[in-house]
């Protein structure tokens, strides 16, 4: 191949990249990942931190301008799942991928040619908003039937300290 197509090619290429970077998929992907702290970027765009995603979309956005997003797009649905409308049945490889990070296997499978390790990191970055916690600090639910003095007894050390019933009890098991 000479120089003068090799060019062409690139500038073909370029001009492609530009066009695709105003696309609205890439741009609203692009502004939810930022806005909710799993990328940064130096592009001038818009933040929506509450807009519904197309995991369709998000993967075009991956694929064809910025590969980042296929990197933290699993953990993004694991810890943001109602702002993807991910169904298992269509998009079968991100669902296994996400159920593998929701069990928090040390090995998985590759998502669009990105190593499960990469992937995993994502989903115990810190990010911005403290309310989304990671898949290690997420809360369980549990239930118990104490006895009434131990609740008074609970109720008065949680008093005493300052803090809840439940930090007690994480306290007392530390």
Not at 93 to 114: H, I, P, S, T, W
Not at 121 to 129: G, H, M, N, R, T
């Amino acid at each position: 191949m000479n120089q003068e197509a090799l060019i062409k090619r690139i500038k073909a290429k370029a001009k492609q990249d530009q066009r695709f970077r105003r696309d609205p998929r890439f741009l609203e992907t692009m502004g939810f990942l930022v806005a909710k702290g799993f990328l940064k970027t130096n592009l001038d765009i818009q933040l929506t931190p509450n807009i519904r995603l197309q995991i369709d979309d998000v993967i075009w956005a991956g694929q064809n301008v910025e590969p980042r997003i296929l990197e933290v797009l699993p953990a993004a649905v694991l810890r943001l799942e109602k702002h993807f409308d991910l169904d298992p049945t269509r998009h079968i490889e991100l669902a296994r991928v996400v159920d593998q990070l929701r069990r928090r296997d040390e090995k998985g499978d590759d998502f669009e040619n990105m190593p499960y390790a990469k992937v995993r990191v994502w989903a115990e970055f810190p990010l911005k908003d403290k309310r989304v916690k990671s898949i290690t600090q997420k809360r369980v639910m549990k239930s118990f039937r104490l006895d009434p003095t131990a609740i008074q007894k609970l109720k008065k050390i949680a008093h005493e300290k300052g803090c809840s019933e439940t930090e007690v009890i994480e306290e007392l098991l530390k």
